[in-house]
């Protein structure tokens, strides 16, 4: 009696226009989950009733279904496959780039892939032996015959038997289409004892029964009229047995048309020709699982749920990744949870996949995302750093680093803390886009977490705060660091604070710091550090001002430190500017003895000499000692380049130290 009321609504209503849409349900998919046993059949009929009743609802009510977002995705996902596998031959490349890529392999795509690579059968090849290896067990039979179609349609005559034979070991059998394609190949080539051979096992018979033909026909049956008694009818004079595998075929090859595949499913099920089980219930799920059908797949899911079946990966990888698509962000989290509360649970890489999602969302909704972290590891999972950092790429893709800190609390509570690069790498955003609140928060978040910063989380927050151009807080960062970690770590970032100063022409201020923090915390600033410092007080305005004097005094720091001299940005500065009396306290800086060596003063005279400064070097060569003016070197030195001769000779090249 049910059944044939049912019948009558379906009949009544099915001739609604196919362009007409359905208002999807807001419930969420997991509230579904909460229903009593006693009410699938309510949601059957409740779903074939709106499923037949449908009606048109006005724009301002109804979400844009536009699918032409995803379809762009979809077709970006094949051609990145198809790419990647025609460039690459490596097993381990090819993982690599597919990870890179965000791209989960499913049957689903696997199957459109291959109908692209018909006219590339090495890369097809190459592709279906690692789709073989991705699904040992369960690649579908329309795999191997897409796969046998591109072999046979391309001449390969013996890859195309050795590969029959295998299909066959897996219980599989050559469609009536590729049998047909295959078979006008052959002919075409003049290929007669393949043809025969084709002919004697796979027979031209109107009659076939195997699953692929007997889907063929089933499918032709429901998409050519609207769905009738002479369509059930029709299937029923087939006389076939039903089995699960051909009913999940069936209602794969409808996903074009998921609202006749969800006719078929009820109606299978009603007539009594089949019971559903977990692997049709998925196939229904897979067809149904879009923005349109939203309202149906949840029923679907509700109907699981109470029968006890559980969702497999094949179905939340293909639902999943059209959700987020689609921007359906909750209905994925909520799938999310029904997977990992089930055996099939989703991978690692699919979870990522989903946070990435969550945190790039038009608006980002955190507690999806900490609803995800708990799903995820109340089932013993880890939170890694390889996730944090993946999370935290996409957060900055989309300029929402200040959120840092919210994704850190959520993974706290599932067990993480971030490790010393995951801090550093924190701390770097954060201070590089100017986000001093929530640097503070960082801080004061790992305080309260019983770490203090990592210090090189320390130093990335200084040297942010110094790329970002902030000096103040630069320094305030590099005085905390020092007075709690000491100077241990602090040379590299001191560094970025002298070029900061340098770059904001706060040369002066530069030296001033560095001389104080040697004096007050013992800091010993790198080599380059000086040397960078040193070059930048001699330029020539900064020089006049004082910098000449504040240059000097930096050199029996770096002798203290251990450095040897940096002489190269004087040598400069006395071949155009500098004076006799500054090149005298130079050299008189030079050394804690009563002069320097003659190689070093010679090399002072010749600089000024090439240059044409044969004039200061005489009145510098007034104010050394006796013997540096009466040393033979010296003299021949001031002998051999007259002034005619240095005025057209070029500066000596800095020598490097």
Request: hydrophobic share 40%; glycine share 4%.
């Amino acid at each position: 009696m049910r059944y044939q009321q049912w019948r009558l609504m379906l009949l009544r209503s099915y001739r609604a226009s196919h362009f007409q849409v359905t208002f999807i349900s807001t419930r969420s998919i997991s509230s579904l989950l909460h229903s009593r046993p006693g009410t699938r059949s309510l949601q059957q009929s409740e779903d074939l009733s709106r499923l037949r009743s449908t009606t048109i609802t006005t724009p301002a009510l109804i979400r844009s279904f536009s699918s032409e977002p995803a379809v762009k995705e979809k077709s970006a996902s094949e051609a990145t496959v198809i790419d990647i596998f025609t460039r690459l031959s490596c097993e381990d490349e090819i993982k690599k780039e597919l990870e890179s890529s965000e791209i989960v392999l499913t049957q689903d795509l696997a199957l459109k892939v291959l109908r692209k690579l018909e006219s590339k059968p090495d890369v097809a090849k190459r592709f279906f032996k690692w789709v073989k290896e991705a699904f040992p067990e369960d690649l579908s039979s329309k795999s191997y015959n897409m796969m046998l179609r591109i072999l046979g349609g391309n001449g390969l005559v013996d890859e195309f038997w050795g590969l029959v034979s295998a299909m066959k070991r897996k219980g599989h059998g050559l469609s009536a289409n590729v049998r047909d394609k295959v078979g006008e190949k052959f002919q075409k080539d003049g290929l007669v004892s393949e043809y025969v051979r084709l002919r004697k096992l796979f027979p031209l018979d109107p009659l076939d029964d195997s699953a692929e033909s007997v889907c063929d026909t089933v499918c032709k049956i429901v998409k050519k009229e609207e769905w009738s008694d002479e369509v059930e009818k029709q299937i029923r004079d087939l006389n076939v047995e039903f089995e699960s595998d051909l009913v999940k075929m069936i209602v794969e090859s409808l996903d074009a048309e998921p609202r006749k595949a969800l006719l078929f499913f009820r109606w299978i099920d009603e007539s009594g020709l089949f019971k559903h089980d977990e692997k049709t219930y998925n196939a229904v799920a897979r067809v149904l699982g879009k923005e349109k059908f939203l309202d149906r797949f949840q029923n679907v899911m509700g109907e699981m749920k109470s029968a006890g079946y559980e969702v497999d990966i094949e179905t939340y990888v293909t639902v999943s990744t059209r959700f987020c698509q689609s921007k359906l962000v909750e209905e994925a989290v909520d799938l999310f949870e029904i997977a990992m509360a089930g055996s099939n649970k989703p991978t690692t890489h699919c979870f990522t996949l989903l946070l990435k999602r969550i945190v790039t969302a038009k608006v980002l909704d955190m507690e999806l995302f900490s609803r995800a972290v708990e799903a995820y590891t109340k089932n013993d999972n880890v939170l890694t750093d390889a996730l944090l950092k993946s999370v935290l790429k996409s957060l900055t893709s989309v300029d929402r680093v200040a959120h840092s800190n919210e994704v850190l609390k959520a993974m706290k509570k599932g067990g993480y803390l971030p490790s010393s690069d995951m801090q550093s790498m924190i701390a770097s955003g954060l201070s590089r886009k100017g986000k001093k609140d929530e640097a503070d928060e960082l801080v004061d978040f790992m305080e309260v977490s019983g770490n203090n910063l990592d210090d090189k989380a320390m130093v990335s927050l200084v040297v942010g705060y110094c790329d970002s151009g902030d000096l103040e807080e630069a320094l305030v960062s590099f005085e905390k660091m020092v007075s709690k970690e000491g100077v241990s770590y602090a040379d590299y970032a001191f560094e970025n604070l002298v070029h900061a100063y340098c770059n904001k022409n706060q040369v002066r201020d530069a030296c001033k710091l560095l001389s104080a923090q040697v004096k007050r915390n013992q800091l010993k600033p790198l080599h380059s550090t000086y040397k960078f410092l040193v070059s930048n007080l001699l330029t020539k305005k900064i020089a006049r001002e004082g910098g000449f004097e504040e240059a000097l005094s930096l050199l029996p720091i770096m002798k203290d430190h251990g450095f040897p001299p940096f002489v190269d940005p004087f040598m400069n500065y006395f071949s155009k500017t500098g004076t006799s009396s500054e090149a005298y306290s130079f050299l008189k800086a030079l050394t804690s003895y009563h002069f320097p060596s003659i190689s070093v003063v010679m090399r002072v005279f010749e600089t000024m000499m090439k240059s044409a400064r044969h004039s200061e070097a005489q009145d510098l060569l007034s104010l050394c000692p006796n013997y540096i003016r009466n040393d033979p070197d010296v003299l021949e030195l001031f002998y051999s380049m007259k002034p005619d001769e240095s005025a057209v000779e070029k500066p000596l090249a800095a020598s490097s130290s």
